[in-house]
């Protein structure tokens, strides 16, 4: 079993099936990347680098967009 | 008029608008148009992943606005210049409403984390503009380490009381060397051209335009109201006075 920690969401996928990088992790949930960006073990990836950077199982990733605020 | 300039950028308006609490997309845009506003602020948070459907910055013009991330959220300095950090790589902008909030209730900022962050950011090539508490002495502190503005509250965020920091407002608007943006807690027109009359360089409005029936025209009326206020300051106001001091001759009255 692969566990990818998202968002504070534990996410499970069966051994070798989890999402190789982080444009695949979006592609699997669905998310669109504009105006995305992402923290691997609290570190910044810019969009350019979504589909170089490798996860792999154990990691904590945050998915961050900017939204409405005063 | 003469134009507000914020590290050396010129702008014709001086009414910062937020983009939080619009009921859609659509109002929010017209709303920032009718407000005339040419800077935008905007928050950053967690993707909802179960539920991937926020789109509402997309109405937003970049070419028109200029995006002013907050760090709203964040709870001391670490929080905060992590979230400017991810902002930065989110817009590639490298201006940031500093935000430093422990307290929920009151949403009061942190004087000591705020300053910490505006340290930090500063260094890193940040244009910081803090919200901060209406204190002069911490107005000053954040001039001298380099901060482009500082945006001292008018009254607790999303309030509408309006301005009851004034005496301290004075002081600060008195003493700056850089803009004072009053930030938070203006509620009405009036309360903004009140603090342009005073002499404030610019104010940012969200909840008072957002959650009005009709933004839109509110988003207007801000507009108008600023313009006033910013007019009658530099128009120098008459002096108040205890007594009254007739308008009219007090000569060629018809009566003997």
């Known amino acids: 079993m692969d566990v990818l920690k998202v968002n504070g969401v534990e996410k499970q996928f069966a051994e070798g099936e989890a999402p190789g990088t982080v444009s695949d992790l979006l592609d699997h949930l669905g998310v669109n990347a504009a105006m995305v960006v992402a923290e691997v073990d609290g570190r910044i990836v810019q969009r350019e680098e979504f589909g170089r950077t490798k996860l792999s199982t154990g990691q904590t990733i945050e998915l961050v967009r900017l939204m409405g605020g005063g | ?256």
């Open chain 2, 1 to 256: 008029m003469e134009r507000l300039v914020i590290a050396e950028k010129g702008f014709d308006s001086r009414l910062l608008v937020g983009t939080g609490k619009f009921a859609s997309p659509e109002v929010m845009a017209e709303s920032l148009e009718a407000a005339g506003a040419e800077i935008v602020t905007v928050a950053l948070r967690r993707v909802d992943i179960e539920n991937e459907n926020d789109d509402t910055l997309a109405a937003i013009d970049r070419s028109r606005y200029l995006l002013l991330p907050n760090t709203s959220g964040a709870r001391d300095a670490e929080e905060a210049i992590r979230l400017a950090k991810l902002a930065h790589a989110a817009t590639g902008i490298n201006w940031v409403k500093l935000e430093v909030t422990p307290d929920p209730y009151y949403l009061l900022p942190d004087p000591i984390e705020t300053l910490k962050a505006a340290e930090v950011l500063v260094k890193d090539g940040f244009v910081v503009l803090p919200y901060i508490n209406a204190d002069p002495i911490l107005s000053k502190r954040l001039e001298d380490v380099g901060t482009a503005t500082v945006m001292p509250l008018a009254s607790p965020i999303g309030s509408n009381q309006g301005l009851k920091t004034r005496a301290s407002l004075e002081i600060i608007i008195e003493q700056a060397t850089v803009p004072v943006v009053v930030d938070a807690g203006l509620g009405l027109p009036s309360h903004a051209a009140e603090a342009m009359e005073m002499g404030a360089d610019a104010v940012l409005v969200n909840t008072a335009i957002a959650t009005a029936a009709d933004p839109v025209a509110m988003g207007e009326a801000f507009k108008l109201a600023v313009e006033a206020g910013r007019t009658a300051f530099l128009s120098g106001p008459a002096a108040a006075k205890r007594k009254a001091s007739a308008s009219s001759p007090l000569t060629g009255f018809l009566r003997d």
